[in-house]
């Protein structure tokens, strides 16, 4: 077979600093007409050529005893031969590497598909997201949104490899806590005493 369906449950676990995916409940309960990523490894790439390709599915149905689903390909593969848009793919839960959320579905945010600036002392082990603003964005594909722990000083922000550029969506896989704040119009901010305490917005904090 030209292809097989990359287990991004897997790549994920080894890799859970970089590799974000939905959550498991999220992954599990997909809608029919939903869109979802999926990643089509090449069995034997040839040189020059990507180690997958990542394209995107319509669900169709899923069946209910083993979970698995059913569905159509929206893309048109680059390298991949034996694949065209319109084919059926069958494929699990665990192959599910993002899904698009519709504007009215209440996991949706406007934002969702644009950059946030986040600190690297955010995703140390045991820290996490405790203050966030969001400013106006100079960029179309910036959020605006800005993430710390707060304790952060001037030398340490002053250095850009303290900083990473990160979508929304995967931060709110990272931490569902995050969905609400992200939701916020310009100039809000938020904060929360600690990883698992409540979030509160902030009045007046410029």
Not at 37 to 46: D, I, P, V
Not at 67 to 94: C, H, K, M, W
Request: aromatic letters at 8%.
């Amino acid at each position: 077979m030209e292809w097989t369906l990359e287990d991004v449950e897997e790549t994920s676990r080894l890799h859970p600093e970089s590799f974000f995916i939905p959550s498991r409940q999220e992954r599990e309960a997909q809608e029919i007409g939903r869109m979802v990523r999926l990643h089509f490894m090449l069995t034997n790439a040839l040189e020059g050529q990507p180690r997958a390709e990542r394209m995107w599915v319509e669900i169709t149905g899923q069946d209910p005893v083993t979970g698995r689903y059913t569905g159509i390909l929206t893309n048109a593969p680059g390298v991949i031969q034996s694949l065209q848009p319109g084919d059926t793919v069958e494929f699990e839960p665990r192959h599910i590497a993002q899904s698009i959320l519709r504007q009215g579905d209440p996991a949706w945010v406007e934002v969702g598909e644009k950059a946030a600036m986040v600190t690297r002392k955010c995703m140390l082990p045991g820290s996490g997201v405790r203050w966030m603003y969001r400013e106006a964005a100079t960029r179309e594909q910036d959020s605006g949104w800005r993430l710390f722990t707060g304790e952060e000083d001037r030398a340490y922000l002053s250095d850009p490899k303290n900083t990473a550029i990160m979508n929304v969506y995967d931060l709110i896989d990272r931490d569902p806590s995050l969905l609400e704040p992200f939701k916020g119009a310009v100039g809000t901010a938020f904060e929360r005493s600690g990883p698992d305490a409540e979030w509160v917005e902030v009045k007046n904090w410029r």
